[in-house]
Every structure is written in structure tokens, then in C-alpha cells.
């Protein structure tokens, strides 16, 4: 069975750019979640979705920071405009249920030049 | 005040041995659950071990278990018989519900290393 999908799995780019970070969740799980990982602050919860729906975004540390999700195969995830300290591991998950393990995406790597 | 704790930072177990991982919560709602995961160096995130607030029985995974003790608000992970491939990061990580949201709240980390 297919896992959950990330892409890119690296991306380097300069400060002032936009950078869209891609996520399928498993098919059949209702529940999708975008986390960052930094030495700093360990792995913190951005945003996440219930059947496409935004519920909490609490975590999304600006407004430089915006996620979608238009179907139920498909959640982007925008920085714009992108500053070094956005440098990261942002990693997408997704659980059928919100009391069920959530599966990870092997993430995308961030840097921010 | 902090959600989860990890006080270990980094751990080493010699290869078969058995370890113990500390996790302790905190939270004020009764119904919660727990989970641990493992990252090696490879950077993935894997799930090992679901522990529900109102499970009766320790949760276990093959060679892993789950020390539920609910009164003293810990859920250390037991991993038997360690093996070169245990050795990773473990993030032990909380479900608890605040009205309509659900967080998941990780702690920052055990690193184990088994050596020969």
C-alpha cells in the first residue's frame, strides 16, 4: 500500500521565494496534518484537516504560511515569501480516524539560502 | 508547563539487551492517547505503539511494549532484545481533544544508540 507522499524531498531556494511543499495523504484517511521539525523547537504541529476542512491552524507560525487542501488526494502547503529561518523538515501525515496513529510522508527537507 | 517529557536525551543499550524509554504527560482531560515513534538517522517518522487513556491492558508491538502507569502519568516504551536497527531517535507524542480541535503534542526526543 502506498504511504504518504511528499514531494519535494529536498528543496534549496533563496530568501523572497515561493515555495509550495506537496502531500497525498493515504487514500481513505479523513484526517491530514502538516508538521515542521527544527534542533530548536522539535517537531511542532502547523495545521491540520478533517475531510479537506482546515481545523485548527493554530501552529502556522505567520501569515507567510498558508495550506490548502482542494480534494481529499491533495494538500499543498505555501511559504511566501520564504525566510531563512524557515529553514526545516516539514512533514505531512495522515490517520483515517483523529484517535488512529497518524502515518507520516518521509517529509521534505527546506532550506532557505 | 511542558506536555510530554523525554529526560533522556541520548541512551546506549548493548545489542539484545532490553531498554526502557521515559515518557511522562501531562494533560487535564480524560480521554487521551499515546503513541512513540521512531526516526533513524534516514529522517522518516515511524509508528511503533498506541496506548488509549482507557485501555486496560499495556499495549504491545512485538518487540515493543507500552508501561502504562495512568496514576503517575507515564507510558515509558519497553524495547526487548534491542538490535543495530533499533537505534534511532524515539519521540513519544500525545492525542489530547480541546473542544472541536485534536492536538498532537511530541516531546523532543530519545536517542538511542545499541551497540555490539
Known amino acids: 500500500d502506498a504511504g504518504v507522499i511528499q514531494s519535494p524531498r529536498h528543496e534549496v531556494t533563496e530568501m523572497g521565494q515561493e515555495v509550495t511543499l506537496r502531500c497525498k495523504p493515504i487514500s481513505g484517511h479523513d484526517y491530514l496534518f502538516w508538521y515542521r521539525q527544527t534542533m530548536m523547537r522539535g517537531l511542532e504541529l502547523l495545521i491540520y484537516f478533517n475531510n479537506n476542512v482546515p481545523i485548527d491552524d493554530s501552529g502556522m507560525p505567520e501569515d507567510r504560511f498558508s495550506a490548502k487542501m482542494p480534494n481529499a488526494s491533495f494538500s499543498t502547503l505555501k511559504i511566501q515569501p520564504s525566510e531563512p529561518r524557515d529553514s526545516a523538515v516539514y512533514f505531512c501525515a495522515s490517520s483515517p480516524y483523529l484517535n488512529q496513529p497518524q502515518h507520516f510522508g518521509d517529509g521534505t527537507r527546506l532550506s532557505i539560502l | ?116
Open chain 2, 1 to 116: 508547563a511542558q506536555k510530554i517529557t523525554q529526560t533522556q536525551p541520548g541512551m546506549f543499550v548493548q545489542e539484545k539487551e532490553a531498554v526502557t524509554l521515559d515518557c511522562t504527560y501531562d494533560t487535564s482531560d480524560p480521554s487521551y492517547g499515546l503513541f512513540w515513534y521512531k526516526q533513524p538517522s534516514s529522517g522518516e517518522m515511524i509508528f511503533l505503539i498506541y496506548q488509549g487513556s482507557y485501555d486496560q491492558q499495556n499495549a504491545t508491538e512485538g518487540r515493543y511494549s507500552l508501561n502504562f502507569q495512568k496514576a503517575r502519568k507515564s507510558a515509558n516504551l519497553v524495547i526487548s532484545a534491542s538490535q543495530l536497527g533499533d537505534s534511532a531517535t524515539y519521540f513519544c507524542a500525545m492525542r489530547e481533544n480541546t473542544g472541536t480541535a485534536s492536538k498532537l503534542t511530541f516531546g523532543t526526543g530519545t536517542r538511542l544508540q545499541v551497540t555490539l
